[in-house]
């Protein structure tokens, strides 16, 4: 059997008492409205989740490595792609240069 619950009802103020409010909060220096350039400011929360997007874009591969060349990374801890990454970079660096 289900139960309703029972919420207090939400009281509207009347003008005399939202005049009285607003006048309470502008009387409190560490409560003073936002400025126009404030607002403008303001961004939606969801626009700053996540990680910002990085100068150096990577690209998504899917690859197989030998065993024993992953179980060596690996054995180097955390961060263990990017430590791989670095390698390979270096070694196409190298390859380059020399022509």
Same mark, same amino acid.
């Given at each position: 059997?289900?139960?309703?619950?029972?919420?207090?009802a939400?009281?509207?103020?009347? %003008?005399?008492?939202?005049?009285?409010?607003?006048? %309470? %909060?502008?009387s409190?220096?560490d *409560? &003073?409205?936002?400025?126009?350039? &404030?607002?403008?400011?303001?961004?939606?929360?969801? *626009?700053?989740?996540?990680?910002?997007?990085?100068?150096? &874009?990577?690209?998504?591969?899917?690859?197989?490595?030998?065993?024993?060349?992953?179980?060596?990374?690996?054995?180097?801890?955390?961060?263990?792609h990017?430590?791989?990454?670095?390698?390979?970079?270096?070694?196409?660096?190298?390859?380059?240069?020399?022509g």
């Amino acid at each position: 059997m289900s139960t309703t619950s029972r919420r207090a009802a939400v009281v509207v103020p009347t %003008a005399a008492e939202d005049r009285a409010i607003n006048a %309470a %909060a502008r009387s409190d220096p560490d *409560a &003073q409205p936002l400025t126009p350039a &404030q607002l403008k400011a303001m961004v939606p929360l969801r *626009a700053l989740r996540g990680r910002p997007p990085s100068n150096n &874009q990577k690209v998504l591969a899917s690859v197989r490595y030998s065993r024993e060349v992953v179980d060596y990374f690996k054995s180097t801890g955390d961060g263990w792609h990017s430590r791989m990454d670095e390698v390979l970079r270096k070694h196409v660096n190298r390859r380059a240069r020399s022509g």
